[in-house]
Nanobody, 124 residues
Framework: QVQLVESGGGLVQAGASLRLSCAAS????????MGWFRQAPGKEREFVAR????????YYADPVKGRFTISRDNSKNTVYLQMTSLKPEDTAVYYC?????????????????WGQGTQVTVSS
């Protein structure tokens, strides 16, 4: 069992930066690839970024490439999402998720554990 708790969301203006954190419980954090997803009102949950177990591989959705950076610190059981050049269309609830599989999946159903989400609102 893995419990995930996100933090770092907030209200910012367009062009600003935010760093989201996701703290995981348990001693098996390094056994999971980690992903960030987001869900805007009235829309489906969508993939944002993924990082492999050791942090050596990362994947990004096209809308965030070059602006967002995912990283992890296995010694702190934490995954981060550094967001820069934020746009109003980035407004959503952001969720972190843990995946025990090896394939770089981007579909939410393949992730085993989810956090409760943190709201990010970008004003124009």
């Amino acid at each position: 069992q893995v419990q995930l708790v996100e933090s770092g969301g907030g209200l910012v203006q367009a062009g600003a930066s935010l760093r989201l954190s996701c703290a995981a419980s348990g001693r098996t954090f390094s056994s999971y690839a980690m992903g960030w997803f987001r869900q805007a009102p009235g829309k489906e949950r969508e993939f944002v970024a993924r990082i492999g177990r050791s942090g050596g591989s990362t994947y990004y959705a096209d809308p965030v490439k070059g602006r967002f950076t995912i990283s992890r610190d296995n010694s702190k059981n934490t995954v981060y999402l550094q967001m820069t050049s934020l746009k109003p269309e980035d407004t959503a609830v952001y969720y972190c998720a843990a995946d025990s599989g090896l394939s770089p999946v981007v579909t939410p159903k393949w992730y085993d554990y989810w956090g409760q989400g943190t709201q990010v609102t970008v004003s124009s």
